[in-house]
């Protein structure tokens, strides 16, 4: 079983600054990495699949970076709606399972 | 657009059995596949089960294999998740959610999601 770890588990940054979340996984996923940003009484968004790729729509402040088992996520520049939940998910495991990290949670 | 609309969720006693659906619209069901992911009360994403766009592959996280049944009406554009033996520990807000991309077998990144309905196990 692949286990997904994040960190840090709450990030404090001001809006402007930089902000870099990690996650590790227990095996080797290559890419098969994605990152979702949850908010308070909504559904998950998807930000970047393939470890690197932009979703539809995701503004360009969102880069995703890493291959195998660390990866990071990084906001160039924090805006006060990216105060939020983000949660790594693995999807790389044959017979698929697909893992979710424990999330990081970024506010000021 | 793009739309996910679970529904079926409420207070089920331990033990108990709970049927979830999840309508959809704006894309072309049978192209992709169909994903419940779970989240408790305060806590992380669990993913739950996943079936392919025929219907043909399934799979289940080891927490429900055996209780819960993932299925899938062409013909009504609806996921179905049914749920036996429903323990405490079942508790959370159920979310529908598409694989990213349309392909024959199982995609595991989605978009997007519902906004998920809540299921209670409690005496």
């Known amino acids: 079983e692949i286990v997904m770890t994040q960190s840090p588990a709450t990030l404090s940054v001001s809006p402007g600054e930089r902000a870099t979340l990690s996650c590790r996984a227990s095996?080797?996923?290559?890419?098969?990495l994605a990152w979702y940003q949850q908010k308070p009484g909504q559904a998950p968004r998807l930000l970047i699949y393939g470890a690197s790729t932009r979703a539809t729509g995701i503004p360009a402040r969102f880069s995703g970076s890493g291959s195998g088992t660390e990866f990071t996520l990084t906001i160039s520049s924090l805006q006060s709606e990216d105060f939020a939940l983000y949660y790594c998910?693995?999807?790389?495991?044959?017979?698929?399972?697909?893992?979710f990290g424990p999330g990081t949670k970024v506010d000021f | 657009e793009v739309q996910l609309v679970e529904s079926g969720g409420g207070l089920v006693k331990p033990g108990g059995s709970l049927r979830l659906s999840c309508s959809a619209s704006g894309f072309t069901f049978s192209y992709f596949g169909m994903n419940w992911v779970r989240q408790a009360p305060g806590k992380g994403l669990e993913w739950v089960s996943s079936?392919?766009?025929?219907?043909?592959?399934?799979r289940y996280a080891d927490s429900v294999k055996g209780r819960f049944t993932i299925s899938r009406d062409l013909a009504n554009n609806s996921l179905s998740l049914q749920m036996k033996s429903l323990r405490a520990e079942d508790t959370g807000v159920y979310y529908c959610?598409?694989?990213?991309?349309?392909?024959?077998?199982?995609?595991?990144?989605?978009?997007?999601w519902g906004q998920g309905t809540l299921v209670t196990v409690s005496s």
């Open positions: 079936i392919s766009s025929s219907g043909s592959y399934i």
């Open positions: 998910q693995q999807y790389n495991h044959w017979p698929p399972v697909f893992t």
């Open positions: 095996q080797d996923v290559d890419s098969n």
């Open positions: 959610a598409r694989a990213a991309v349309a392909a024959a077998g199982l995609v595991g990144w989605f978009d997007p």
